[in-house]
């Protein structure tokens, strides 16, 4: 067994802002009508033409990623943090490179991360869990301290359609957490939900380093990030700017942010 | 958790690719997950629920057996109307069903899709499910009226179980495609709702497949639930208007066209669907 828990080689992620005929709004009229524009991606509008042009969210990233580590992954927004966290959870790939994972995944992408609106907490605990891959029995044994964690103990079998946005992203939050994460990702989660809370999941992340859980976290919070990471990335415009002790790469960053 | 896995490779993508069944397996507690739930919230209504699909089909084979069998009287090789009706129309139940609920499976969990990794296919996967169990249930009804009208159980039934497995992964090719269409072009639905008109007309289901001229015959097979539908009433009803091997197999190898059609533009579009949502 390896020492990594995930190594990326030289990623690279290209995005067509946007393509015709594809995406959203696009319908298949518009390729029935223009078959000839449709083969050739040509378009008249010159502002779509521009805006076809590739961008690249991130270049040439390479890193490694030892079992048990607990790393911040900072930057200025779009500079690819969340961009890297979708291909290590595998819901994009990259065009160039190569990510090899030697750990279950579990990621908190955004707030509600695979919940179904019309199903209950409880529903959705169990949902979520099957996902990341859990057996029903598996999922029972830890329901209990999920929705302790969560503090929704009264709404579990509400429809999550109706939750705040705060007990939303706890149970979202304990869910990721409780089910037994190899690696874990979380992208600027932290954010909402109260100072309580706050403290509460920055302590169970702590907890969970030292039951030795790989953890990869977005945040803007540069105390937290100190406090619980020892390892700090920092992603500028798509490439690897800085990669060493969290202190000193959050002072490098804090550094460029202000200066403006 | 304590095992090492096998490290997972993710690279960008190459050429042409097939889902990964071996992946949906290791996924199966989500596909019986998604497949309970379906089955709760369909017959969670449930008297109305259960009722439905048996009521379904026998209304439709009143309506065209009155107009069909009794004013226009289409020929049907000798057998009672109802019968012949219901022993085509239970399969495209099961087609239209799976065709429908596969191809909008995965527009409608977008949101989960774009946030969580697990095997699309799942998806689609447990909507036939969901499906076969339907055509289960109406199935039960046809063989009450082919009792009833002294078409016995026959040794040819031990095939039944291949012909069903068959039409399923047909329609399931069929689903994926359209499903793979639809979450790039959403004006698909209305496209897919057409062509499944056009192709019900088109399926001998409530005529038979010998009022057409033999020259034709061939375009009709191409259709491979004609082929299907022929197999079905062979077994079910004795007849020895089975379609000839020939057409048979033109019939199954469509099917197959139609299946890797189905898996490669699913696949592609698994690909690029977090990138363009």
Redesign the interface.
């Known amino acids: 067994m390896t020492r990594y828990a995930v190594t990326a080689e030289n990623i690279w992620k290209e995005y067509h802002i946007k393509r015709p005929f594809e995406g959203q709004g696009s319908s298949l009229k518009e390729v029935l009508n223009h078959p000839v524009n449709w083969l050739t991606r040509r378009n008249q509008n010159p502002a779509v033409l521009k805006a076809n042009e590739p961008f690249w969210a991130l270049k040439g990233v390479s890193f490694q990623v030892e079992h048990g580590e607990s790393i911040g992954l900072i930057g200025r927004n779009g500079a690819g943090k969340s961009t890297l966290l979708k291909i290590i959870s595998r819901i994009t790939r990259p065009s160039v490179g190569k990510l090899t994972l030697y750990e279950h995944v579990n990621s908190l992408l955004e707030i509600g991360t695979g919940f179904n609106g019309e199903l209950s907490g409880r529903d959705n605990i169990y949902l979520n869990g099957s996902f990341l891959g859990m057996k029903y029995k598996e999922i029972k044994n830890r329901f209990d301290e999920i929705v302790a964690f969560s503090e929704i103990e009264e709404f579990i079998d509400t429809p999550v359609k109706y939750y705040s946005s705060g007990m939303y992203v706890r149970l979202a939050f304990s869910v990721a957490v409780h089910l037994t994460p190899e690696l874990l990702l979380l992208d600027e989660v932290l954010a909402v939900g109260d100072a309580g809370f706050q403290a509460k999941s920055q302590q169970k992340m702590k907890e969970l380093i030292r039951s030795g859980a790989t953890i990869l976290f977005v945040s803007h919070n540069s105390t937290a990030v100190k406090d619980i990471c020892k390892r700090a990335i920092w992603l500028d415009h798509g490439s690897l700017k800085m990669d060493g002790p969290s202190a000193e790469v959050v002072e490098a960053y804090l550094q460029t942010v202000t200066a403006h | 958790?304590a095992e090492?896995?096998t490290?997972?490779?993710?690279?960008?993508?190459r050429g042409l690719e097939l889902p990964d069944l071996h992946e949906v397996w290791?996924?199966k507690?989500?596909l019986f997950?998604?497949i309970k739930?379906d089955l709760k919230v369909r017959f969670q209504q449930t008297f109305i629920g259960v009722l439905w699909i048996v009521l379904q089909p026998l209304i439709q084979m009143l309506i065209f057996f009155v107009i069909f069998g009794i004013f226009v009287r289409v020929p049907t090789d000798g057998i009672p109307y109802p019968v012949f009706y219901l022993s085509g129309y239970v399969v495209w139940q099961l087609f239209l069903q799976i065709v429908n609920s596969s191809a909008t499976s995965l527009l409608g969990?977008i949101?989960?899709i774009?946030?969580?990794?697990?095997p699309r296919l799942t998806l689609p996967l447990s909507t036939a499910i969901g499906a076969l169990i339907d055509f289960l249930i109406s199935f039960s009804v046809l063989m009450v009226f082919l009792l009833a009208n002294n078409y016995p159980i026959t040794a040819r039934y031990i095939l039944l179980p291949f012909l069903v497995l068959l039409t399923m992964v047909f329609s399931e090719g069929v689903g994926l495609l359209f499903g793979a269409?639809m979450v790039?072009?959403?004006?698909?639905k209305n496209?897919l709702g057409f062509i499944l008109q056009i192709w019900m007309f088109i399926t001998p289901i409530m005529y038979t497949i010998s009022i057409v001229p033999e020259q034709y015959k061939i375009f009709f097979y191409l259709n491979p639930l004609t082929g299907f539908i022929g197999a079905y009433r062979w077994i079910f009803l004795g007849t020895d208007s089975l379609p000839t091997v020939e057409y048979f197999v033109v019939s199954s190898l469509v099917a197959v066209a139609f299946l890797i059609v189905g898996m490669i533009a699913f696949r592609s579009m698994e690909?690029?669907i977090?990138?363009?949502?």
């Open positions: 958790m090492a896995m490290p997972i490779v993710v690279v960008p993508k290791e996924f507690d989500l997950f998604l739930r969990n949101g989960i774009t946030k969580i990794y697990f269409l790039v072009f959403r004006d698909t496209l690909n690029k977090a990138d363009v949502m």
